[in-house]
């Protein structure tokens, strides 16, 4: 660029936290001189809004064509700042942000003058690179009013339902042949004591009456292609029929597996072993009273985090260590259900501790007050179970009574048994989402964005991110659903153009940019004859690894050149004169 | 305004919802009580499991909330009531609060607070450090804007009738800016000189300290700062106003309330011209008030305070007609001609020489008219401070004998109390029960009185019961010379044919504008108040200041108030909010013995030392919180504090409204047994986040009784949850995952402590949470599983925890902690229950949160349609839980929306 610059910096006193350490007048004569920077101010606070209307009457009248503010992080103002540069009709993108808090007075406190120093150089690095930019424009994308739902739980038939009722088209993928997934198959739920499978025939009678949704069952994603807002999507169903679906969104919505305790574990396998799920279906099912292989149960002994909780030290491959958070209550719950059934049954609960969080402490409460006994058990020493003479037998510490070994006789033994995360392993690979280390999907953020994936447009729901409760995996359906309304409703998103851009002079397509993409934003182009590799820009998430691979450097990050950080490291290695 | 959603509630579960529905394209309207957004999560350190920091998670959510263009804030602000209009959509009327603040102008720069004088409990640091009453809530606030906290107007200034700002000038003077008091004073009152001396200080008597140790010595404190002011400037810094006006005013009259008028008006501008009959100025100040209470060179000083502004003060000239000052050119007259005469007792004998009225006596005494009364009787007759003050004066010039003769009893003399004390210390003889019947002479000069005793009889109008007099009880009195008290009448007397007079001789004028029935001219002090007290007549002549201004400049009298002030702040709040509040006594007031002080005419009263002047101002409890110094008026660089800032009430409309009005802490008070409030080493867990967080209020995470570094520290679970003792059965879900953390970041902060955390279950239930409570368990903490039942001090604010061993079964046991954190749940806010008009009631759960009426597959939704609870209203919950639930309310109610809209 032959053109002089014109640039405007401030810098901002931020009250005291900038200026009680680095001395922001030095900081602004020391650059004021420079022939590029026509303004250079001290403020008191940048981000306040008459210094933002200051900095408008100031680009306006002198035509900046670059603004560097020296204040806080950009994680704080970076938004504050672009807009104040829109406002003024300059370029969002020649405006730098230089952190003198965070990274220089608040770091700094005992030394204002090296802090003073440090901040002269900060800032003329903000300008080396502001000289360096080009106005940029974000990439917008057109979105499809349409959602695709993965799984037809409660969850994601929920999800369905409130995606329709806010007027966007619906897909309902799900691999079985019904609907309903774990609340199907289940009677009265905690803590409401509302049937699950009622619950669920409510809900696809809904979904049923609702046009603007559509339903697949014994049908799973093969494929899935495009970006967000605008996602093209193979489906197969099971005669081995596939569809393609355009969607601009996706919530994945496929629930939990139900711990399958191994053989052996707490007696797993032995007669009258059984685990959560399979006995609440006998608690419902029952009918005046509760029998087991035609004999009348008279005592139930319950062990806690069976499959949840795991101990790293011991002999269990891949432990679970978390906590599968539905169970204590579930099992309490269960428990008084079966004292309406048959009030005569004493229940032995064997727990670690007692997880009835919330409102859920009354379930708890009531369990105990119909002939549930509750004894603890340390994490070191585990309950044993054996068979004598065709009856069940549970030997455990009681850590509530000092230790002391107890040894239960029982005709029924309840694992409680903890969720673990759907075996999904194809459905995981074609939408390139991450799974945590307790193998249930990971969000970007539990608090800044809980059902958002890393992938633009993929949202997780229910207990595919992790233990949930029944309201709690609606209450995140729903939550999703917000999301995923936000990014259709406006019918585009705008996405930051800071992505990779390929000098198709200098590539000469060797393909080692494809292969280091994690979101498979390269594509091979024929340009002028020659094969070159080619950004796919809703894809490409400027993660800049493509760039140290490409052999040729002929990838940069638009916004980021290798040009304006060299600049930059330039001015921060110099002395200060 | 038309709003889609209006949000209850700014906290992280509110700006949830607010956000997404602002990204759906939705208008949202956000309602915070707060001056700031954020609730309480910004407020906190780090947060479980990830160990985030709580404001960089929070501040950019505050900052995309407030610049978001479909999201629209207003903090400060409180909703009145929601009503369901018929077509579904919602109608709420807001009361937006005054925080005394533009926040247009104001540009967040702190310079306010540093020059606020009074400092207040820190509510967003939990009572552990002051903040000002100007203030920016806390560094990250959103908006970043300074608040005044005004809980109305503290009673000291409330009652004076001359407006002075006493808890203003008190708070300046304890933050030692003497100066800037004075001027403070002069805003409102130019005479501090001889008020500081002679006001009979109604403030002290409406303090809140008076129901403590006793009053904050108000009068005394103005004492130390006039003085030091004065001393330093013998004259006034300014000179006369530039802005010079061609209007001309009269004052007749240069007391007080003459002098006051002259001051407020003479800084406007105008040419203003003070009559005075007698020969010097100053009035009462001057003629009645005794030396020894008032020198009379702070009267000087005083009254250069008004002719500075180039007022002139012609003395010797008697005014009687207003149309003759019209004819001079004037164009308005204020009347503050006082009550220099005193009613006739039409007694026989009562023109003898020897029997002199009280005013006649006062100026002569006070002018050395007469100056010495050595081996002479004096009877004074009456029982009010004018009857003091003669009394006083003629022991001071030598009178053997001195008699106040009063006809009722001394509970029922109107003087104060602690002058007819003095009196009586200084040789006074107090007759009660008594009244003259005649004076009789020889030779023209009198002799005797003759005195009739009196008893008490039913009580008259006043309340007090009538004196009758006793048959046959006369009796005679040697004496020298009579001076008459019963009480002073107004100087109205030449004025009877130009004006309407009352029939107790005052200016018969509209009480609020002081006019009299003819325009231009206004009365104003004793004259129209009868005799009161130089601090009301001061008010009465601001006040005919205030409507001579109007007058003059053309604009109207009618529907204007001249003196708006803030109601008085409720003394039994302010004894309530201040938590404990130290013992502070008086200073007393050291003077010389009696038999010491009559032989002189020299001032009784000392002034204060600056250190006793700054420790009595420290004594105030700041009951309005703000002090009304104006120092942030003042130092504000943006001219953005304005004190007549009025609240605003606003309706709005809206198709859905979510409540996010979240949860309250458990108040650790409530478990007396755990000694909060007691032992200073009892803290919540909030007041601990408070000293781990990178904003913390000290340096470093200190216990505070001692300011030591704790290394044994305790969590107390379950304080205030899982416990039918004080009512809440049910578990708040998040603290033993924040006492966890807490205790990670104690580990990091101090590496040497032990921590110890009691608990019942630990319900480590989340994503990640178990790993978490894993990983302390690693780092160290130990956890005993058992409740506390009681927390005892014992050596150097250590604390002893009962509690039962269960896993060790050693049953009931004792440890020593330096450091006590009570882990305290989570309680519903109840407020959100009353939002609404009982036609649509919000329903609560049986445990008074917000209740989802079908949580399973419809959370958030409640008992109103369109109505949505988000967040910790319903339940106590997590952030992370939190913050989907808000989500899950953006989805139901811009699907109500939807569907509303569909159906219009």
């Known amino acids: 660029m032959s053109d002089k610059r014109r640039i405007g910096v401030y810098t901002c006193h931020c009250g005291g936290n900038i200026s009680d350490y680095v001395d922001v007048e030095q900081v602004r004569d020391a650059v004021k001189d420079d022939e590029e920077v026509i303004i250079s101010k001290n403020v008191m606070f940048a981000c306040s809004d008459a210094t933002q209307q200051e900095m408008i009457e100031d680009i306006e009248r002198e035509k900046l064509d670059g603004l560097v503010v020296a204040s806080c992080s950009p994680t704080l103002h970076l938004q504050t700042f672009k807009a104040v540069a829109q406002r003024a009709n300059l370029n969002p993108y020649q405006y730098t942000q230089v952190n003198l808090r965070e990274q220089c007075s608040w770091t700094h406190r005992s030394n204002i003058e090296k802090a003073t120093e440090k901040g002269v150089k900060l800032v003329k690095a903000g300008i080396a690179r502001t000289r360096l930019t080009e106005p940029l424009t974000n990439i917008r994308i057109e979105t499809k009013p349409k959602t695709l739902v993965i799984g037809a739980g409660v969850a994601g038939l929920r999800a369905a339902l409130a995606l329709a009722d806010l007027g966007l088209a619906v897909f309902i993928v799900e691999k079985e042949s019904e609907v309903g997934g774990w609340t199907r198959k289940w009677g009265k739920m905690f803590p409401n004591n509302r049937s699950g499978n009622d619950t669920i025939k409510y809900l696809l009678d809904q979904v049923k009456q609702r046009e603007n949704i559509t339903l697949f069952t014994d049908t799973e994603l093969i494929e899935k292609g495009g970006n967000v807002g605008d996602f093209s999507i193979k489906i197969r169903m099971k005669e081995g029929e596939t569809v393609s679906l355009d969607v601009g969104a996706i919530i994945v919505a496929t629930g939990f597996d139900s711990y399958e305790p191994f053989d052996g574990e707490y007696g797993y396998g032995l007669s009258g072993v059984v685990t959560l799920p399979q006995f609440k279906e006998m608690v419902d099912k029952s009918n005046g009273s509760l029998n087991f292989n035609g004999h009348l149960i008279k005592n139930i002994a319950y062990i806690y985090c069976v499959g949840s909780r795991q101990s790293e030290d011991g002999d269990i491959e891949n432990p679970n260590l978390y906590c599968s958070r539905y169970c204590c209550s579930a099992a309490v719950h269960t428990a008084s259900c079966v004292a309406e059934v048959d009030s005569d049954i004493n229940q032995y609960h064997l727990y670690r501790d007692m997880r009835t969080y919330g409102k859920y402490e009354t379930l708890f409460k009531n369990a105990g007050e119909k002939k549930s006994l509750f004894i603890r058990f340390d994490d070191e020493s585990l309950p044993e179970v054996e068979e004598s003479n065709g009856a069940l037998i549970v030997r455990v510490n009681d850590a509530l009574d000092g230790g002391e070994e107890i040894e239960i006789g029982v005709d029924l033994i309840v694992l409680v048994t903890g969720m673990t995360p759907r075996e999904n392993d194809n459905l995981t690979n074609v939408l390139k989402i991450p799974v945590g280390l307790d193998g249930f999907y990971n969000e970007i953020h539990p608090k800044l964005r809980p059902v958002e994936t890393v992938v633009d447009g993929v949202f997780i729901a229910g207990v595919s991110q992790g233990p949930k409760t029944l309201a709690e995996s609606v209450t995140s359906s729903l939550s999703a659903v917000s999301k995923s309304a936000a990014l259709l409703m406006k019918g585009y998103v705008d996405l930051e153009p800071f992505i990779a851009e390929v000098n198709t002079d200098k590539c000469t397509w060797c393909g080692e940019c494809e292969k280091s993409c994690p979101y498979g934003a390269v594509e091979k182009v024929i340009c002028d004859t020659k094969e070159v590799a080619a950004i796919i820009p809703a894809l490409c998430k400027g993660g800049g690894v493509c760039i140290p691979d490409c052999p040729e450097n002929a990838i940069e990050i638009k916004g980021y050149t290798d040009q304006q950080i060299k600049s930059m490291i330039d001015v921060l290695a110099k002395e200060v004169a | ?904």
Request: charged share 25%; with cysteine.
């Open chain 2, 1 to 904: 305004m038309n709003y889609d959603v209006l949000i209850v509630g700014g906290g992280i579960a509110g700006m949830e919802s607010a956000l997404t529905l602002g990204d759906m394209g939705l208008k949202a309207l956000l309602i915070e009580k707060e001056p700031s957004i954020g609730g309480k999560m910004v407020l906190l350190s780090k947060v479980f499991p990830t160990l985030d920091c709580a404001s960089c998670i929070s501040t950019p959510k505050m900052a995309s909330t407030i610049h978001h263009p479909n999201v629209t804030i207003m903090t400060s602000s409180e909703i009145r009531k929601i009503a369901k209009n018929g077509d579904g959509a919602f109608k709420a009327l807001i009361n937006r609060k005054s925080t005394y603040v533009d926040n247009n102008a104001c540009t967040g720069c702190g310079e306010c607070e540093a020059a606020c004088t009074v400092a207040l409990p820190d509510r967003f640091n939990f009572g552990m450090v002051a903040h000002r009453a100007a203030y920016i809530p806390f560094p990250q606030a959103v908006p970043k804007k300074a608040v005044i906290n005004r809980q109305g107007q503290s009673p000291c200034s409330n009652v004076c009738p001359a407006g002075v700002k006493a808890h203003g000038y008190v708070s300046l003077v304890r933050s030692g800016r003497y100066d800037e008091a004075f001027h403070l004073h002069m805003e409102d009152a130019p005479l501090p000189g001889s008020l500081s001396r002679a006001c009979y200080a109604p403030c002290e008597n409406a303090c809140t300290r008076s129901d403590l140790e006793g009053s904050v010595d108000i009068r005394r404190i103005k004492r130390f700062m006039v003085d030091h002011y004065y001393s330093a400037h013998s004259e006034p810094e300014y000179g006369t106003p530039e802005k010079l006006s061609d209007k001309r005013i009269a004052i007749v009259g240069s007391g007080p309330a003459g002098l006051s008028a002259a001051y407020h008006l003479g800084r406007k501008g105008y040419h203003i011209k003070i009559f005075e009959r007698e020969e010097q100025a100053g009035g009462m100040l001057r003629y009645a008030i005794p030396a020894y209470r008032l020198p009379k060179d702070i009267v000087d000083r005083d009254i250069k305070n008004i002719t500075a502004l180039g007022v002139e003060i012609e003395t010797n000239t008697n005014i009687t007609s207003v149309a003759s000052l019209k004819e001079q050119g004037f164009d308005t007259v204020f009347l503050a001609v006082g009550t220099y005469e005193t009613w006739k007792m039409n007694l026989p004998g009562e023109d003898l020489d020897g029997v002199m009225d009280c005013m006649g006596f006062l100026s002569k005494a006070n002018t050395g008219k007469i100056s010495d009364l050595s081996g002479k009787t004096v009877v004074v007759v009456g029982g009010g401070n004018s009857a003091i003050d003669p009394a006083r004066l003629a022991l001071r010039m030598g009178a053997e004998k001195v008699i106040i003769l009063y006809r009722r009893t001394r509970k029922e003399m109107p003087a104060h109390e602690w002058e007819i004390q003095a009196a009586i210390d200084e040789g006074a003889d107090l007759m009660i029960l008594k009244t003259p019947r005649r004076f009789i002479g020889s030779n023209g000069r009198l002799v005797k009185v003759e005195v009739l005793r009196m008893e008490l009889g039913e009580p008259d109008d006043s309340g007090r019961r009538r004196p009758v007099p006793v048959k046959g009880s006369e009796h005679s009195i040697d004496v020298d010379l009579a001076v008459l008290a019963i009480g002073l009448r107004p100087s109205t007397d030449s004025f009877t044919d130009q004006l309407k007079i009352n029939r107790n001789e005052t200016f018969r004028v509209n009480p609020e504008t002081l006019e009299t029935n003819i325009p231009s001219v206004f009365a104003g002090g004793d004259g129209v108040t009868g005799p009161a007290m130089i601090v009301d007549a001061i008010g009465q002549g601001k006040r005919a200041a205030f409507y001579i201004n109007r007058y003059l400049q053309g604009e109207s009298l009618d529907n204007i108030e001249f003196d708006s002030r803030l109601s008085i702040a409720d003394k039994y709040d302010v004894l309530s909010n201040r938590g404990a509040i130290s013992k502070r006594m008086q200073i007393v007031a050291v003077e010389p013995p009696p038999s010491q002080r009559v032989k002189t005419s020299e001032e009784v009263e000392k002034c204060m030392t600056e250190e006793e002047a700054r420790y009595s101002a420290n004594r105030c409890l700041d009951c309005g919180n703000c002090s009304e110094c104006g120092e942030c008026i003042k130092a504000c660089p943006a001219d953005a504090v304005h004190f007549d800032m009025q609240p605003e009430e606003i309706e709005i409309e809206a198709d859905s409204v979510i409540v996010s009005t979240g949860f309250k802490l458990f108040d650790a008070h409530l478990k007396t047994n755990y000694g909060y409030g007691k032992y200073p080493n009892v803290v919540t867990a909030m007041q601990m986040d408070r000293l781990v967080s990178p904003t913390k209020p000290f340096n470093r995470t200190l216990r505070p009784s001692d300011g030591k570094a704790p290394d044994n520290i305790a969590f107390v679970l379950c304080t205030g949850s899982r416990d039918c003792t004080i009512d809440n059965p049910i578990c708040s879900r998040v603290c033993c995952m924040y006492s966890i953390k807490q205790a990670e970041l104690i580990m990091g902060a101090l590496p040497l402590a032990d921590i110890t955390i009691y608990y019942i279950d630990i319900r480590a239930f989340g994503k990640g949470y178990e790993e978490f409570y894993k990983q302390a368990k690693e780092m160290g903490v130990y956890f005993v599983k058992g409740r506390v039942a009681k927390i005892e001090l014992v050596e150097d604010g250590n604390l002893s925890v009962f509690y039962e061993d269960i896993d060790g079964g050693s049953g009931p046991q004792q440890m020593e902690h330096d450091l006590v954190v009570l882990s305290v749940g989570l309680l519903p806010n109840m407020d959100a229950l009353h939002l609404f008009n009982n036609g649509d009631r919000l329903e609560a759960d049986a445990y008074s949160y917000v209740k989802e009426i079908n949580e399973d597959i419809d959370p958030t939704r409640t008992s109103i349609d369109g109505v949505f609870a988000a967040g910790t209203t319903s339940a106590a919950r997590d952030i992370p839980d939190s913050i989907l639930h808000a989500g899950a309310a953006a989805a139901q109610a811009a699907g109500y929306i939807h569907q509303l809209k569909a159906s219009r």
